[in-house]
């Protein structure tokens, strides 16, 4: 049976299986590392992965970076949360322990395309997808694809949504992504409920909005106006099937959905709203699917 | 020759012609009206022009709408600036006055197709089009396609930039239309300079700003501020080769283009600057060539 090797390459983590062509993952295992900075440890932990899996007949390998790739060349051009990874020709260096080619995009991409073949999205011509976390990762398929670009594109979470804004971690100012990011919610929900000092998270604040508490429902709402907001551009610009939420934040679907519908359809313009379903990511494995999804997919074009 | 004919379709005329397979026009008619709203006036001109035109064979036709259309249904949604049009089945009532296929998009995406094709962007795989006029019409050239959704997409110009913004007439609040249209340009010009009641237009604006007038310069500071940043969103997204600016306010590019720059470079994600170009359109009758290169493009697939 033909194979893929798909790796979901986080901040301080690679996870990494091996995938059917469905994108079904049949083995896999987890790597930690806290100093993906040195590249050295990135590199010989693929070496170790493919020794690992050498019983399979593995056709190409996928990955999905933690950050801004050049797709077309596959080297990297920086990684917000790991540093030194600057201009680096991944593939080019990855040629020593490889035999077989080797694809890379952005994991929101790949966590995207796994979605769009096994998850929420399977099926629809025209999604937009977000992973709510930390940062705003995202990503969009079209025509059932998720089109290339010489980047890997597709940074819905730096479209500032206020002309004056925060800094924004990608060096810009006001993006969305600084009114729907982890740290933001919690540091809102601390101004709201002065004097709360507990050392909570995003998921506290989901339960406490569930029993009705006022500042965490206020969080959720500010989430939702701002969110909503910012997907009505997205809808007018791409006529989307689907949106589709993943990551951490997405255990909060149930007191957010129906706040961001609202929003949205009193923002977006009509016809573009026809059909339009929100709905929570559900593909399994989707970071290491997803890779070996890419693996094969780029194989076959 | 196989030819085709090209309608550019604005509020209050149809400029129509014979487009050749290259997209140039042949042959042209203007036809002015102040009433669109009656919708036998626009449909028995259609008529009127295939007879004008009957030397010619003509092997499909193209519609340039001033509105929301469903492009695979030829139909209406809306136009914004003539009333009566919602949810018109246009392609099915012409049939009776044409024997050969309709096509109908809406008119930024066709101005995009003349350009994409004949003007500013030729030969470019990825670009964002502005019509910057009283609107902000907007289209995507991606693969060197224009892609289809149901609806005629790519609204940039509905983005907002603003959490709680100003009504736009799309429905929705705080859109980039709503800072760089003509109406809002001659507004903030009024209200800087006041005590000004000549009946001036964008161009005595640009005009003005170019003998260093400080009202007039401001006011082109702060187009090019919002349009700067709604701008970068679209960069991160569609990774662009380059942005064409056509439409009235276009004349004052001179003005604007560098100060818009400024902005893109500190706002934008930098792996996508690379390359990106700032143009103003230049392709000849782009509104009846881009139709007669819709229907001439739509028959190929």
């Known amino acids: 049976m033909k194979v893929f090797l798909g790796i979901d390459w986080g901040g301080t983590y ?17 790597f930690s ?17 493919l020794k690992d899996f050498k019983n399979f007949k593995i056709q190409a390998v996928g990955i999905g970076a933690p950050g801004i790739v050049n797709t077309r060349k596959g080297s990297i051009y920086y990684l917000p949360n790991i540093k030194g990874w600057k201009n680096f020709p991944l593939k080019q260096k990855l040629a020593k322990y ?6 890379i995009d952005n994991d929101a991409n790949v966590f995207a395309l796994a979605e769009a073949r096994r998850g929420a999205a399977r099926g629809k011509s025209r999604a937009i997808f977000l992973t709510l976390g930390t940062g705003l990762g995202s990503s969009i398929v079209f025509d059932k694809k ?19 804004g925060r800094k924004c971690g990608c060096g810009g100012r006001g993006c969305i992504e ?17 004097g709360y000092s507990e050392a909570g998270d995003v998921e506290d604040i989901y339960k406490k909005a569930l029993k009705g508490e006022k500042a965490a429902l206020r969080v959720w709402e500010e989430f939702s106006h701002a969110l909503g ?27 957010f959905k129906p706040m961001v519908l609202k929003e949205i ?9 026809k059909g339009l379903k929100l709905l929570k990511a559900k593909a399994k494995d989707a970071g290491i699917s997803g890779a070996g999804l890419l693996a094969k997919e780029s194989m076959n074009n």
């Open 178 to 194: 600084t009114f729907v990011g982890n740290r933001y919610l919690l540091k809102r929900y601390k101004s709201i409920r002065k």
């Open 229 to 255: 907001i910012f997907l009505s551009g997205m809808i007018n610009i791409f006529n989307p099937q689907a949106i589709i939420f993943g990551g951490g934040i997405s255990g909060a679907f149930k007191v």
């Open 14 to 30: 690679i996870k990494a299986g091996v995938v059917d062509n469905q994108g079904i993952v049949l083995e896999k295992r987890f």
């Open 265 to 273: 359809k009193q923002q977006a313009m009509w016809p573009h709203l």
């Open 146 to 164: 998720i089109l290339k670009a010489e980047t890997s594109a597709w940074e819905l979470g730096h479209v500032p949504v206020v002309l004056k």
């Open 98 to 103: 490889l035999d077989v080619p080797v694809f």
């Open 33 to 49: 590392s806290p100093d993906f900075r040195k590249k050295n440890i990135f590199l010989t932990r693929i070496g170790f992965l």
